[in-house]
């Protein structure tokens, strides 16, 4: 079993920043991708951003590349999302997931735990 919590989320100003964090336990964190998803009220929940194994690769939604970066810190089972510049559509809660292959993906059928979600409300 894999345990997953996020932490970081919260209200901000357009052109803010956030730092999300995911603490994971459970499994050899340093084996598996990892990614970010979000789901706005009323929208299907969506890709954002992962990245692989080692944290060599990484990929990122079209709609937040130059904006938000991923990381992760194998010594301390945590991966982080950096969010700058954010905008009123970033306005969502944000889910860290654990990956089923060492690759990283943007489909939500290759990641098989994941959090409880944390809270982003960006106001204009």
């Known amino acids: 079993q894999v345990q997953l919590v996020e932490s970081g989320g919260g209200l901000v100003q357009a052109g803010g920043s956030l730092r999300l964090s995911c603490a994971a336990s459970?499994?050899?964190?340093?084996?598996?991708?990892m990614g970010w998803f979000r789901q706005a009220p009323g929208k299907e929940r969506e890709f954002v951003a992962t990245?692989?194994?080692?944290?060599?690769?990484?990929s990122y939604a079209d709609s937040v590349k130059g904006r938000l970066t991923i990381s992760r810190d194998n010594a301390k089972n945590t991966v982080y999302l950096q969010m700058n510049s954010l905008k009123p559509e970033d306005t969502a809660v944000y889910y860290c997931?654990?990956?089923?292959?060492?690759?990283?993906?943007?489909?939500?059928?290759?990641?098989?735990?994941w959090g409880q979600g944390t809270q982003v409300t960006v106001s204009s």
């Open positions: 997931a654990a990956g089923i292959y060492p690759i990283s993906s943007s489909r939500l059928s290759e990641y098989g735990y």
């Open positions: 459970g499994r050899t964190f340093s084996s598996y991708a």
């Open positions: 990245i692989s194994w080692s944290g060599g690769s990484t």
